[in-house]
């Protein structure tokens, strides 16, 4: 009998049982190996696209060399709007495509024109109207407050370039308007009637804020909005309840201002200085029964005059008015 064969290959444990020899080890380098190779070749690709993209960008056959859109417009008026470009030198404009783009404060991007090479420009929305001149420039015509928004050039060949502008379309409408009214007196510290202001501002845009002052110092309002209206104009009042001694003599101030630094714009302001006198001078009252409301009033702001003795002051003062106005004419009938 011949002896067992003995295999001089090494043997490895198999979990499974049975035996693993060594040159299952070496084909499972072998593939180790060839998926490495792979890996770093694909590697290798990447990187070379990835180089390929940044030479490609930064070479980019198109620039916009001129861009032009108003941070702000007043109502009513024209705005034009240019984008002129520059390709490279050799390059071709087949294939070229401008195009302007608006996106309004509240809505969808919309489309307004396009030029492609070869065809005429044209608008694409009637929203707005708008004129088109040479050169890719639009001039967007008597703009109301709903064409506030951002607007974008878009150029491209192979590749594309972009820019884009916010525009505010304003309006100041009627301007802050003062209106001061005499109300009777209410729950305060003094019995002096209240003095009624209201500032309102109709047909504004955007929203502005209204600010009013007394003596220069701004005081406390209650506002009212109404809108935006489909045109996107709105109504704003303030209003503020005080007492005639904290008023009287005094400039009242209300003024009208945006808060976006990008409107520039005259100022809007509306003063005036209410005066109690001025007031009972225009109605019908003999002239003696004027000048002593006139000395009274300013007896009552006076700094000699405590609250606690105004009444007897007024008094003193009220009793040689009174004498002249009752008995000066029966004098002068004795007189004759």
């Known amino acids: 009998m011949r002896p067992p064969r003995v295999d001089s290959r090494p043997i490895y444990s198999n979990p499974k049982g049975g035996r693993r020899f060594a040159a299952v080890s070496r084909i499972s380098r072998a593939s180790l190996k060839t998926l490495c190779w792979t890996c770093g070749t694909i590697c290798a690709m990447l990187w070379t696209c990835c180089l390929i993209l940044c030479l490609v960008a930064g070479s980019s ?18 705005a034009e709007l240019r984008c002129r470009y520059e390709i490279l030198p050799g390059e071709t404009e087949k294939g070229l495509f401008v195009k302007w783009w608006w996106t309004p404060a509240k809505g969808e991007r919309k489309q307004l024109y396009q030029r492609m090479i070869g065809h005429p420009a044209q608008s694409t929305q009637h929203k707005l109207e708008m004129e088109i001149k040479e050169n890719d420039t639009i001039v967007l015509q008597e703009l109301q407050p709903n064409a506030t928004g951002t607007y974008e050039c878009e150029v491209s060949i192979i590749d594309e370039i972009r820019k884009h502008q916010d525009l505010i379309v304003y309006s100041q409408g009627t301007g802050p308007q003062l209106n001061i009214s ?7 510290e003094d019995d002096q009637e209240d003095i009624q202001i ?22 406390n309002t209650t506002e009212t909005l109404e809108g935006p209206d489909d045109e ?12 005639k001694f904290d008023v009287d003599g005094f400039e009242i101030r209300c003024e009208l201002f945006y808060a976006n630094p990008n409107i520039t714009h005259a100022e809007f302001i509306t003063t005036e200085i209410y005066d109690s006198t001025g007031a009972l001078t225009s109605t019908e009252m003999p002239e003696e029964t004027t000048e002593m409301e006139a000395s009274l009033d300013s ?16 008094l003193l003062l009220a009793v040689p008015m009174l ?8 004098i002068s009938i004795f007189s004759m």
């Open 61 to 78: 056959q198109l620039s916009i060399t001129e861009f032009v859109v108003p941070s702000s417009i007043e109502v009513g008026q024209n």
């Open 182 to 188: 005499v109300e009777p007196d209410g729950p305060d």
């Open 323 to 330: 004498t002249q106005l009752f008995v000066s004419p029966y």
């Open 232 to 243: 996107g104009f709105y109504t704003v009042t303030s209003n503020s309840t005080l007492s």
């Open 299 to 314: 007896l009552q702001h006076s700094p000699d005059c405590s609250y606690q003795v105004r009444s007897t002051c007024v």
């Open 198 to 219: 209201e500032c309102e501002a109709e047909g504004v845009a955007p929203l502005p804020d209204l600010t009013v002052s007394v003596n220069g110092k701004e005081i």
